[in-house]
């Protein structure tokens, strides 16, 4: 059956809305018919209304790489895959883009390719009014029995989708550095940290954003170009950074930049984009907080602002860039990673804090923006902060000592940040509800903002 008749059937009909695009397809050499689709995740486009990309590999090339699509297990809507091959391995990356999607729908998907016996998911799309959705924040995973337990963690927390702020899996271990050559690259690692993260990423968007471990030595002129036939990305972000990206998930708007382009401490990648960056920041600042709609705005990179943990300390090139942009529009959080911890500071303007906020508050959020290292996904704790003297990386990576008033609380222990955002209620009071949990679920940290339209 052809394409176009599969889609002009009565399964297209069924979908009602729903139709798909795709790039075009890369051939591949076939491999065995007996190769299972693996490694599946999922990805918002820029309207998670009406968009989902579907992701999943091979171990090689195969035949007619599909997916099915449809409201029940009849499906009744086939796209063809987008097929990528990458550095150093035989894996193909399969990516299908799901566009003019129904809001708030339960979507039932299988994958195949030819001779192949099937794997099958679902998905739901953001809802088309405002809603009480919660949301996971972390980053640093690795693949190891912490990270596979946070997966597990994830799941049972039940999560409209996770906001992964870099350092994903760790394949090449220089972290941006280029010191060890290729014997720190190890790119099957990817896959097995994409199988690792399936049985969430399967049915929930994992929104990831690149780390300084994402900078691999081979892979083009900024190391992205594995993580890029890795991962569908929404595309709506800096031109010449497709790893930056803006999405609106019911009251919260979510932007994920490049934080390697701002940073001091490790500077592979410092200023590639010059100010272009900063002009689509404030830009998109700027349309986020004019809408009536949004009332919370959160910033992922995996670059730390602020933390006293002495391994990466704070990047002053992300604040001096950043920081006055954040204040002027309000930024209600900032969500990094990198320092392997947790650790929460008080609401801050101009580097300094403005109210206490010790565990269990609850804060007025325009007072200040609070930032948030949820860096404790997996890889080997750092044991080394909530000292009052840490130090902050300035240009030419040198280390100057800073006192840290500003940190409310820290932990050291493996953990996954979970917020509840609460739509405004009859007083016109919105509320993001931050969770910090430890692996075995055990609560660490607690902080509600709020704002008043």
Known sequence: MSRRRVLTGSGAAALAAGTASVGPLLWVPPASAAVRPGGVHLMYGKNPKHRMAVSWSTPAGVRRPRLELGLDRTYGLTVPAESRSTKDLGTVYHHVDLRRLRPGTRYHYRLSHKGASPVTGTFRTAPKVQRPFRFAAFGDMGVNAAAAAHVALIRRMRPKFAFVVGDLCYADTSGGTGVGGPQTQDFRVWDQWLNQIQPSAGHVPWMTTVGNHEMEEGNGELGYSGYLD????PGNGVKGAPVTYSF????????????????????RNLDYLGSAQDQWLRRELAEMRSDPEIDFIVVGFHNCMYCTNLVHG???????????????YSVDLVVNGHNHCYERTHPLRDGAPVIEAPRGAVIDSTRGTTYLTAGGA????????????????????VRVPETTEWSALTNEVHSVAFLDAVPRNKRGVAKLKLTALSTDGKVIDRLTLKRRR
């Open 248 to 267: 609106v998930h019911g009251n919260v708007g979510f932007i994920a930049l490049d934080g390697n382009d701002a940073s001091y401490e490790i500077s």
């Open 314 to 328: 704070s990047d002053g090139g992300n604040r001096s860039r950043w920081e006055p942009i954040f204040d002027r």
């Open 230 to 233: 890795r991962f569908q990305l």
């Open 378 to 397: 997996g890889q080997a704790v750092y044991p080394t902060g909530g000292r009052p003297i840490s130090y902050v990386s300035i240009e030419g990576g």
